[in-house]
């Protein structure tokens, strides 16, 4: 009678271990972002919807491998580029690629370049150019469901005709991002800093400003 209780006792103690065990694997197959210098994983698909300053921004994200991911960006913007200095209408699209190069599961790096392209009118004129942005993103998870981040990027773009000139924004941002379910997650990123346009053998400087928040669903 012993001998059973010892085994099923035994068993027990297996089978709690086992699932502490899934359970753990789970929590760290599951956790995402967005922003943090963590990809949303192998074979995972997202949609981000992001709204605040400049504009209404739509992303969707898939994830080629545990720290690869591709995906595209619709900007609906009515400060172009995020420039304070004067508002009009911009639309821009963009190719998403993010790379993680680091997770020591406190810290983590993934560095990002979403080429694309953009239109704004202004004056009555149409004004077409490209971009090429760069960003190094780090997260610090305080939690299972909350990661704080802080970001450095050089978004650059070049317009072309009337108005060509090349821009270099240099952004400091800071963000945060909450699980609010396995597959729902809420997100506020703050970037600001100069952005120096070269034109016309001059260059002139003024103040940029991304301020969004946003929800993403992972399928």
Do not use: C
């Not at 089978?15 to 990809?39: C, K, P, R, Y």
């Not at 971009?131 to 072309?160: C, H, R, Y």
């Amino acid at each position: 009678m012993r001998a059973a209780k010892s085994n099923a006792v035994g068993w027990t103690a297996v089978f709690a271990l086992s699932l502490g065990g899934l359970a753990g694997a789970q929590t760290s197959t599951n956790h995402w972002t967005v922003d943090s210098g963590e990809t949303v994983g192998a074979g995972a698909n997202v949609v981000r919807g992001q709204v605040g300053f400049p504009g209404l921004w739509a992303d969707i994200i898939h994830g080629t491998d545990p720290t690869t991911e591709i995906g595209g960006r619709l900007q609906l913007n009515y400060g172009v580029e995020g420039l304070t200095s004067s508002t009009h209408f911009e639309m821009a699209v963009n190719f998403l690629l993010r790379k993680q190069f680091v997770d020591t599961g406190k810290f983590k790096f993934a560095a990002t370049f979403n080429p694309g392209l953009l239109f704004y009118t202004a004056f009555s004129t149409t004004t077409f150019g490209i971009t090429f942005p760069i960003e190094g993103q780090f997260g610090i998870p305080i939690d299972p469901k909350l990661t704080v981040n802080a970001s450095f990027g050089l978004p650059m773009w070049v317009t072309f005709g009337d108005f060509s000139a090349f821009y270099l924004p240099i952004l400091f941002g800071a963000g945060v991002e909450y699980l609010l379910e396995h597959n729902i997650a809420l997100t506020f990123k703050l970037r600001m800093g100069p952005t120096i346009a070269f034109a016309n053998g001059g260059s002139a400087s003024s103040f940029t400003l991304n301020a969004l928040f946003g929800v993403a669903y992972k399928f």
